[in-house]
């Protein structure tokens, strides 16, 4: 069930991500994404990809904070979600906002350096490494349409020429510190880990997948 029910949720958020309007909403069904490869992971039941599920699950509860902290100066300079009046241009009215949703837009999206890459590449690796082609293949062609969907969404409002002229009172950075924070950390744990960390995950990795 949690296979089949995570591998239903990746393909339902990929076209939501690619004709999303509404800049949460966009990050909710990126969520669901994620969530939907989590499950997908455990359903598999193998050692390699509940390790991977716990990575990920640990990557992204760094990553999606910083996305909706970013989400909340853009709600509150702009006063809208709708990322038509949103954008473009929006990195020339909240820089460091936008330099910090777009580091975690390419975390998210599953790209190196950041963890949600290497925790994919181990549930892929997984499921390959046990003959699960079938299943692979679709996470990957799951994981590919949402960094295409990820990646047309934050170009369209990020870059470009603003069409609407906002005034400097008008601009809100309040969670530029706490998104420093949090970035700072993905970016350490991606690319190391402790090992006292890391045999606690495997030690739980086997809980999950049953052995006692």
Known sequence: MLLVFGLAS????????????NLKRL????????????????GLNLPLTIFGALLHMGYHALTKPVLFFAAGNIHQSCHTLKMRL???????????TVVCMAVAAIAAAGLPPF????????????GFAAGHTAVSTLMIIALLASFCGILYQ??????????????????HQDQVPAMGVMLGALLVFSLWLPRPLLEVMHRAAAIVGGER
Do not use: D
């Open 10 to 21: 990746m393909f339902l958020a990929a076209p939501f991500i690619l004709v999303q309007t």
């Open 115 to 126: 963890g949600l890459f290497f925790s994919e590449m181990t549930v892929l690796n997984g």
């Open 86 to 96: 949103i954008g473009p241009g929006l990195i020339s009215v909240l820089p460091l």
């Open 27 to 42: 990050l909710a069904y990126s969520s669901l994404e994620h969530i939907g490869l989590i499950c997908a992971a455990i």
């Open 154 to 171: 934050f170009t369209r409002i990020l870059l470009g020429t603003p069409k609407i002229a906002r005034t400097r009172e008008a601009v």
